[in-house]
C-alpha cells in the first residue's frame, strides 16, 4: 500500500471547518484513501473513504485532487467531540479483502472552544 | 456496520502469566484482525484471524507467543502469552463485513504487566 504523510498536529476553532491534509503521492490506480479517527481511549472509526471522486456523508467530506496525489479530509463544524487523532490510510481493494489497514501516525486535531 | 465488544476492557496481569482476549461481533464478519497499540503510538496489525484454520501473523508476531482462535464468523479470542512489561499495550479486534467494506474495531483491551 502506497505511504501517507499528514501533519502531527493541528489546532481548530469550535464551529468552523476542519481541513485535515494528506500526501499520498505515490498512490496507484486501485487504491482508494481511507479516513479514520481515534478518540481518546477508543478504537478507530470510520469516517469516510474514496477512489478519485469527492465523497460525502454524514460525518465529513472527502476532497480528492485530480491527480490523486493527496487529499483533504474536511469536518464541516467541528465541535469538541471532534477531538482525536486522525488517520489517513491508502488501500488496494482486492477480492480477497484479506488485509489488514496500515496505520501511521496520523494527525492530532484539537478543537478549541 | 459491525459493533464488536472486547472482553475484558482492561486488565493488570503477573508477568509470566497469560491472558486471553475475547471479541465478539455483533454480525458476521468476513474477515478479523488483531493490532496492538503501545502507550502514545499507533496501531500495529499482529494477525489476521481465519475461521477455522491458523491466524497469519505479521513479522515480528508470533503464534507461540500471541495465539489466536477463530471458531466461527462472529468471535475470536487472542491470548497474550508468558507476559513481560513490554507486552503493556491496547489490543484491538477489528472486523470487516464484506472484502472491501471498512474496518470496524472495538474499544480495546487496555493491558498492564506488572
Known amino acids: 500500500d502506497a505511504k501517507t504523510t499528514q501533519p502531527p498536529s493541528m489546532d481548530c476553532a469550535e464551529g468552523r471547518a476542519a481541513n485535515l491534509p494528506c500526501n499520498h503521492s505515490t498512490i496507484s490506480g486501485n487504491e482508494y484513501v481511507y479516513w479514520y479517527r481515534q478518540i481518546h481511549s477508543q478504537g478507530p472509526q470510520y469516517i469516510i473513504h474514496g477512489l478519485k471522486n469527492n465523497e460525502t456523508n454524514e460525518m465529513a467530506s472527502l476532497i480528492i485532487t485530480e491527480d490523486r496525489k493527496s487529499s483533504t479530509l474536511i469536518l464541516p463544524h467541528a465541535t469538541l467531540r471532534d477531538t482525536a487523532v486522525y488517520y489517513c490510510i491508502v488501500r488496494f481493494h482486492s477480492g480477497g479483502g484479506a488485509d489488514g489497514l496500515t496505520f501511521g501516525k496520523g494527525t492530532h486535531l484539537i478543537i478549541q472552544p | 456496520s459491525a459493533v464488536i465488544s472486547q472482553k475484558p476492557s482492561r486488565d493488570i496481569c503477573q508477568r509470566g502469566t497469560s491472558l486471553t482476549i475475547q471479541c465478539q461481533v455483533d454480525?458476521?464478519?468476513?474477515?478479523m484482525f488483531w493490532y496492538r497499540q503501545q502507550p502514545g503510538q499507533s496501531l500495529t496489525l499482529i494477525a489476521t484471524a481465519n475461521q477455522g484454520s491458523e491466524a497469519t501473523y505479521e513479522s515480528g508476531f508470533v503464534i507461540d507467543k500471541f495465539p489466536i482462535s477463530r471458531p466461527n464468523l462472529t468471535f475470536s479470542t487472542l491470548t497474550v502469552s508468558n507476559m513481560s512489561p513490554e507486552d503493556s499495550s491496547i489490543y484491538l479486534c477489528?472486523?470487516?463485513?464484506?472484502?472491501?467494506?471498512?474496518?470496524?474495531f472495538g474499544n480495546g483491551t487496555r493491558l498492564t504487566v506488572t
Open positions: 477489528s472486523g470487516r463485513t464484506g472484502y472491501n467494506s471498512p474496518l470496524h
Open positions: 454480525s458476521q464478519v468476513t474477515m
